[in-house]
């Protein structure tokens, strides 16, 4: 726009130059046609009519001519009449004329200056003699115009005039533009600055919307000259205003005393109220003598109410408030009848870990421990048993009006299933009972509600050897069990299952016998040795060292061969096998045999010998021969018998 004006301009004087040239040029034609034909008498004398006392002819140079020292008096003088005017300050300018494109100002120098109408849309009130502060942009332009701005005039005033606001901590008036991300945008004389959302006011705000359009009071807090930033506050103005009614609301505060205030802010863990300059914190736990979850569902925004001063710090300024304080406490409007014993009915309204809260009446609550929820030893969550919300009915158990404590129970709403459990459960009897936890020692199992009994490892099985129960049952599995032992004074009753059955062991004795020998199957292989799984679903245990094959390699898992009985213990529920055992005896007894025949063939032949000996006292010289020759056949016969051995 500035550059069509600019432009308009130019072409103007251009227009004008060229008429006035025309004009020039006419005029010395018609001069110079009329000299040809009018002498200069005629001319001098058409003109004036001469004084006595004027001279035609007088010398030019004597006519208008002036001294140097006249011409360079005349030169200051006429100097003196404009302003000096230099590029890149503010002077102040009166309106001569308004057009629909600009306004012209006469601001002392040798020509008038233009500043677009545009500039001047906030002032529609602007008249001839009006007073105009402008920048001097350009002295003068390619035709000699000066090039002024009032917009830059004005945005440099209101430069100075916020960074003296900040120097010197003043106050100043702006109009909020718009809302932009996180904040307001301020027009403050044409220079646009922050209002940071945590800015406009000490309590939150939730609609920024509210503030769009209103001219409001303001404290420069930043200015950043390199980007031209203005940060602003509206806060600072309401703290300072608050500080000294804070100081004064303090000074008289006093412990019970009872304020009006309005909820500011809710948490969590408690409400901040407006004491009208100060705050307060009223608690949760003060809000209510009730149980409440969050304080939204007692107090909302922008309520008013009366709270009690609890206590409050003059330094630190902190005030601690309360609400419930107002109304007595729910104990004092307890039944006074309530006694041990009697029956409450109520709600639920905390679960936890080690119990539930029973609230009787608001601010009236009695903890039900979870070993009263159940008569069971077997102790469960209490979530099993109840739930936030629940409308229940309980015993009380104990009670303590002084510290107002109370402890609830509901088994003892039932019968307590152990008063006659000798007679229902006597040893010996036969039970179903559904396992409900295990223990590297046993299972515990329950026969009906409340009634509960562990079922020892030892008690599992006759013939597994059990590590853990869970080899042998899981929890939920139902388990056939046999009362052992009952205790009614502890509560505490011994159950088996191995009993249902008759004891297998004795029977094995009879089978198992020791050397005898006996199929099985390699199931598992161990360091120490390996588990043979033998006729009748017995297991046997072989070492290592019995492991052994004839060709000298090892039984492996899942090979199935012949073992032999070494070690039978019944109490123990132990019977150690071998299979080197076997192929080693059986080594051992053919050598046995093979020694004793040799040992019988060699004494047959010493009873030989020993006959001949006693016939040679009998014999003849000639049988003395023929018996020397048998005798020495013999001898060979027995020696080659020892090589033998």
């Known amino acids: 726009m500035a550059k069509k004006q600019v432009a308009e301009k130019e072409l103007e004087a251009k227009t ?26 005629q001319i001098k004398s058409s003109l004036a009519t001469p004084d006595q006392d004027f001279d035609w002819d007088a010398d030019d140079k004597a006519f208008g001519n002036y001294s140097d020292a006249d011409r360079k008096k005349f030169e200051e003088m006429y100097t003196d009449t404009f302003n000096q005017i230099n590029q890149g300050e503010i002077i102040s300018g009166t309106v001569v004329s308004i057009n629909n494109k600009d306004v012209v100002l006469n601001v002392g120098f ?11 849309r906030d002032t529609p009130d602007l008249k001839v003699g009006d007073k105009v502060d402008v920048f001097v942009e350009a002295p003068e332009d390619a035709n000699g115009q000066l090039i002024l701005s009032r ?6 005033r209101s430069w100075e005039s916020i960074n003296e606001a900040l120097d010197n901590d003043r ?46 009071e303001f404290k420069v807090v930043k200015i950043n000259h390199e980007f031209k930033n203005v940060v602003v506050s509206h806060k600072i103005l309401i703290e300072d205003d608050l500080e000294s009614q804070k100081v004064e609301i303090v000074s008289k505060l006093e412990k019970g005393q009872v304020l009006e205030g309005t909820v500011k802010n809710i948490t969590d863990f408690g409400v901040f109220i407006d004491l009208g300059g100060v705050d307060g914190l009223l608690h949760i736990t003060d809000i209510s003598w009730g149980r409440i979850e969050h304080p939204k569902e007692v107090l909302s925004l922008d309520e ?8 409050f710090d003059d330094e630190k300024k902190r005030i601690a ?8 406490h729910p104990w004092e409007s307890l039944d006074a009848n309530l006694a041990v014993g009697s029956k409450v009915k109520g709600k639920i309204v905390t679960v936890a870990d080690y119990g539930a809260f029973l609230e009787i009446i608001p601010g009236v609550e009695g903890l039900i421990h979870v070993s009263e929820m159940s008569w069971s030893q077997n102790l469960r969550s209490p979530q099993e048993f109840l739930k936030v919300g629940d409308e229940i009915e309980a015993e009380v158990l104990t009670l303590d009006r002084d510290d107002r404590k109370m402890s609830l129970g509901i088994k003892q709403l039932t019968q307590d299933p152990w008063q006659n459990v000798a007679e229902r459960y006597p040893i010996g009897s036969k039970h179903t009972a559904v396992v409900k936890n295990m223990t590297n020692f046993g299972v515990f199992v329950e026969i009906e509600e409340g009634i509960d009994g562990l079922i020892h490892i030892s008690d599992l099985s006759w013939s597994k050897k059990v590590n853990h129960p869970n080899e042998f049952t899981k929890v939920g599995d139902t388990l056939d069990v ?13 159950l088996g299952h191995k009993q249902l059955e008759e004891n297998p062991w004795d029977t094995f004795e009879t089978i198992f016998t020791l050397d005898s020998i006996h199929q099985g199957t390699v199931v598992k292989v161990t360091d120490k040795g390996a588990v043979i799984a033998l006729p009748y679903g017995v297991e046997g245990f072989v070492p290592t060292k019995h492991m052994a094959k004839e060709d000298g390699s090892a039984i492996k898992a899942e090979e199935t061969n012949d073992f032999k009985i070494i070690e039978f213990n019944k109490d123990a529920k132990r019977i150690v096998v071998s299979h080197a055992r076997i192929w080693e005896e059986a080594k051992a ?42 005798k020495q056949q013999m001898e060979g016969e027995e020696n080659k018998a020892k090589k033998g051995e």
């Open 171 to 216: 106050i100043i008036n702006g109009f909020v533009k718009s809302r932009t991300k996180g904040g307001l945008i301020v027009d403050i004389m044409g220079v646009e600055a922050f209002l940071p959302g945590s800015q406009i006011d000490i309590k939150p705000i939730r609609d920024y919307d509210v503030y769009v359009g209103k001219t409001m």
């Open 151 to 156: 917009k830059r005039a004005k945005t440099q």
């Open 482 to 494: 046999v009362v052992l032992e009952l205790d009614v004074e502890s509560r505490k009753l011994s």
């Open 16 to 41: 004008a130059e060229l008429q006035g040239a025309d004009a020039r040029l006419a005029e010395k034609e018609t001069i110079e046609s009329e000299a040809d034909s009018v002498s200069i008498e």
């Open 589 to 630: 007894e053919a050598v046995a045999e093979e020694r004793n025949a040799k040992k019988k063939e060699a004494k047959a032949s010493s009873s030989a010998v020993k006959k001949v000996k006693d016939s040679v006292e009998k014999s003849t010289l000639g049988d003395l021969g023929v018996l020397a020759q048998l």
């Open 304 to 311: 008013k109410i009366n709270v009690v001063v609890l206590d």
């Open 321 to 328: 408030l309360g609400l419930k304080q107002l109304t007595p």
């Open 110 to 120: 040798k020509s008038d200056g233009l500043v677009s109408t545009s500039e001047f």
